[in-house]
């Protein structure tokens, strides 16, 4: 009897995880673009944090930022919005993405930044609600892609994706495990908050 409803419990929680997976996929379809050059219009790139270690961005991080400085030199945005944690003074996301952005040749002017984006949910929110962006492109690795889209559409952007994956990454098969657990949480908290409001 207990081991039918130990395989109960995985196939239902593997049913889960195959069905957010399946509605995060389809939210993006034909919304992730390779080519800078065709891009719908949109006004700001949201760079979403991924660690820094001395002060330095992880490699993961770089090339988010490298891959949106290039979107706001081949003029397809005018803001990048840097966003990522803050959470105490001895760990601040944002402030280094800025300097790195700064360091590659975007002007101060054209950088905002969001020290209270903790997660994807997080800056999806803020986005909208405090720095008023509608028509966005999300600028992060293909294995984030999809949720990142389908977080910020469901708070009401119009985004679309720009894919930042420019080499091997270390500890990629855990990121790409830990996103399905991601994905389930955040279509359950999305769904809570819905019912919530």
Same mark, same amino acid.
């Given at each position: 009897m207990l081991w039918r409803a130990t395989?109960?419990?995985?196939?239902?929680?593997?049913?889960?995880?195959? #069905?957010?997976?399946?509605?995060?996929?389809?939210? *993006?379809? =034909?919304?992730?673009?390779?080519?800078p050059a065709v891009?719908?219009?949109?006004? +700001? +790139?949201?760079?979403?944090? *991924?660690?820094?270690?001395? =002060?330095?961005? #992880?490699?993961?991080?770089?090339?988010?930022?490298?891959?949106?400085?290039?979107?706001?030199?081949?003029?397809?945005?005018?803001?990048?919005?840097?966003?990522g944690d803050n959470r105490t003074p001895y760990y601040d996301e944002p402030a280094v993405m800025r300097r790195t952005a700064i360091r590659l040749g975007v002007p101060p002017s054209a950088i905002l930044t969001d020290p209270a984006g903790y997660s994807?949910?997080?800056?999806?929110?803020?986005? =909208?609600?405090?720095f008023n962006l509608r028509e966005v492109v999300l600028v992060t690795q293909r294995y984030?892609?999809?949720?990142?889209?389908? #977080?910020?559409?469901?708070?009401?952007?119009? +985004?679309?994706?720009?894919? *930042?994956?420019?080499?091997?990454?270390? =500890?990629? *098969?855990w990121f790409q495990v830990r996103e399905w657990g991601a994905t389930l949480n955040a279509l359950i908290r999305l769904g809570v908050e819905r019912l919530a409001g």
């Open positions: 395989l109960l419990t995985l196939a239902g929680a593997l049913l889960a995880l195959l #069905t957010a997976r399946a509605v995060t996929a389809l939210t *993006a379809r =034909g919304l992730i673009y390779d080519d891009l719908p219009a949109v006004r +700001a +790139a949201i760079v979403f944090g *991924a660690g820094v270690r001395g =002060g330095q961005p #992880t490699a993961v991080l770089y090339d988010r930022i490298a891959a949106a400085v290039d979107l706001y030199k081949a003029g397809a945005v005018d803001v990048l919005l840097m966003s994807t949910y997080d800056t999806c929110r803020r986005a =909208g609600e405090v984030h892609l999809d949720r990142a889209i389908f #977080t910020c559409k469901a708070f009401g952007l119009d +985004a679309v994706g720009y894919p *930042a994956d420019r080499r091997a990454y270390r =500890g990629m *098969a």
